[in-house]
């Protein structure tokens, strides 16, 4: 399967929604903001959020904390499902803020040639 960027994945999200993708980005794991965001950050747009996904856990996996934590801030590739916003609310996670959601099956770390440019 193809591996997608953030803004891959937000400019085409009518074609993504719905299906299962690889996704690489780097892990953003704050409270209230736990997302994923493009990569590198000279392409990211303008805007709160406007290149990063809102990333919310399947049953299958389950976040723990402490290791979301550990790699927090550095680059990551995720397996999931991507969900578009629900209209009557316009955006996606907290306080509706972002313009998709990934619901992770798998999160692990990605390296990529310029992830020291982050």
């Known amino acids: 399967m193809e591996i997608l ?3 891959e994945v937000i400019e085409n999200l009518n074609k993504y929604a719905g299906k299962n993708v690889y996704l690489y980005g780097l892990l953003v794991w704050e409270f209230e903001n736990e997302c994923i965001s493009h990569l590198p950050a000279g392409e990211r747009k303008d ?5 990063s996904i809102w990333l919310s856990c ?5 976040f723990e904390t402490r290791a979301m934590k550990k790699l927090g801030h550095k680059p990551v590739l995720v397996e999931g499902l991507v969900l578009a916003p629900d209209p009557e ?3 996606c996670g907290h306080l509706s803020h972002w313009p998709a ?3 992770a099956t798998d999160i692990e770390r990605y390296k990529v040639q310029w992830a020291s440019k982050v």
Not at 47 to 51: A, L
């Open 5 to 7: 960027s953030v803004n």
């Open 47 to 51: 805007g709160f959020n406007q290149s």
């Open 58 to 62: 399947s049953p299958l996996l389950k």
């Open 89 to 91: 609310l316009g955006g």
């Open 101 to 103: 959601e990934i619901v």
